[in-house]
Each structure stands twice: as structure tokens, then as C-alpha cells.
């Protein structure tokens, strides 16, 4: 699927995030917690992209949402802003991100809970019209087994949508993610937060991400229906996604 690995593409892979170097993210975030909203205001687009993914999954206003990883509740304000009526519950494992989305007012309406996405229905027991996960999928220590949970937590016919980078289908897609990742992304989120350790990883974990059509098919493998895939605007066409599917009725 997508086009042949190059020489540099398997030089890059040989930093392949491991198991548990993913299931350190939570404590990675938890360090860098205090600059996260900033580091994404600089981003162009970060925040429109996120509404943009939640009206794509055309839920009926008074849905119950789960915004798995949430964060700091970007992704949840996304949801809260396109869906007003509906009950939004945000799950994540890091308490530092967590801390700052309870704090503020736009999200009161929103509950939170700490879990860990790969058990989500321990913390947030479904079921959920819709699911949605920005920024996760590629974090889980075992995606297949993440991806089966969240179907079993989606009422039949509900929909999950994973706003996520893939860059793997492209040589131009992989060239503009080193670039950006290198010129602005380490530097300026070690400059703001003091750390770069997350800010390497990253990059790593997007390189090293299955390719559009790798991640349509693992959905679709993992029982999933109506798999299909939005682009983004601007920089991140190309790179950042919204993969949609359903839970089958």
C-alpha cells in the first residue's frame, strides 16, 4: 500500500518507538503540560482542524461523546463548540493535561476522566454515539487491541473519527514533516516548555505511523464499516487526517 519505502525511510524506522517507550507518553506529557495550549495557538490551522474533524462525524446534537486522549480539552471545546446539546466525557492518562482542562470554563459543561485509552471503558463506560481520538491512535502500545475496545464502546452505527498524521503514503508528506518537525517543532517546543524529549518522539511516532491506506485497512480489519478518509487544508494537507468509520448496525 502507498509507495515503496526508500533507503531513508528505513533508516528512519530503525528508531521505531518501542512498546514501552509509548507507554511513557502520558509522563511526557505531564512535563510539558504547562506550554501544550501555546505550543498548538502557533500551530496554523491546529484548532480549526479539530471543529473541522468533529462536524465531519455528523453526530445529532444531543449525542454522548467520548474525546479520547483529550488532553487539555482542545479537541473537547471542538466538540462542545460543533455539538452544544451533547454530554462529552474527556479521557486521558496524562493528570497534568487533564488538570489544566477542568480549569477551564469553556469546558464545564464536559465531565473528565483519567484512563488509560487502552482500557477506556474501565474509566468511561460506554456506550458513546461517537468516539473521537486526535493525536492517540499512534501512541497505543497495541492499536489493534485499542481499536476493538473503541468499537465495543460505540452504540451500533456510531461513529469513531481519528484526526491523526500519516505520512508514510508520501514522499513529499514525509520530506514536510522533517522539515517542520526539525526547523520548528523540537526547537521551538524545547525553547517553551524546557524539554525536547517529547518533542523528538513525535516526530518518530508520526514517521514511523501506518500510512493512510495501512490505517484504512487496519480499521477495516478491526470490524469497522463506511472506512473513509477527509484531508486537511493548508501545511498539514497531506499530513494530518480525519479517518472516519462506524461501528457496524
Not at 6 to 22: D, Q
Not at 160 to 175: I, L
Not at 224 to 242: A, L
Request: positive net charge.
Amino acid at each position: 500500500m502507498g509507495e515503496r519505502p526508500s533507503k531513508h525511510w528505513a533508516s528512519v524506522s530503525a528508531s521505531t518507538p518501542t512498546r514501552e517507550r509509548k507507554r511513557r507518553v502520558p509522563t511526557d506529557f505531564n512535563r510539558v503540560a504547562h506550554a501544550y495550549d501555546r505550543l498548538s495557538g502557533l500551530n496554523p490551522g491546529y484548532h480549526r482542524h479539530l471543529r473541522l474533524s468533529a462536524r465531519r462525524m455528523k453526530l445529532a446534537a444531543d449525542s454522548r461523546i467520548l474525546d479520547l486522549c483529550c488532553g487539555t480539552g482542545l479537541s473537547t471545546e471542538a466538540l462542545l463548540a460543533t455539538y452544544p446539546g451533547a454530554r462529552v466525557t474527556g479521557l486521558d492518562a496524562s493528570e497534568g493535561m487533564l488538570d489544566l482542562a477542568r480549569q477551564k470554563p469553556a469546558l464545564a459543561a464536559a465531565s473528565f476522566s483519567l484512563g488509560d485509552a487502552m482500557q477506556a471503558g474501565a474509566a468511561a463506560p460506554g456506550p458513546f454515539d461517537g468516539i473521537l481520538m486526535a493525536y492517540g491512535i499512534r501512541n497505543m502500545p497495541d492499536a489493534d487491541l485499542c481499536l476493538a475496545q473503541i468499537r465495543e464502546l460505540l452504540v451500533p452505527g456510531g461513529v469513531v473519527c481519528f484526526h491523526e498524521y500519516s505520512v508514510a503514503d508520501s514522499a513529499v508528506a514525509r520530506a514536510v514533516w522533517n522539515v517542520v518537525c526539525l526547523a520548528v517543532i523540537i526547537p521551538l517546543g524545547t525553547a517553551v516548555s524546557g524539554s525536547s524529549d517529547v518533542f523528538r518522539y513525535l516526530r518518530r511516532s508520526v514517521l514511523d505511523f501506518d500510512g493512510a491506506l495501512a490505517f484504512e485497512a487496519r480499521l477495516a480489519r478491526a470490524g469497522f464499516v463506511d472506512v473513509r478518509r477527509e484531508p486537511m487544508d493548508g501545511w498539514q494537507r497531506g499530513i494530518t487526517h480525519s479517518f472516519l468509520a462506524q461501528r457496524p448496525r
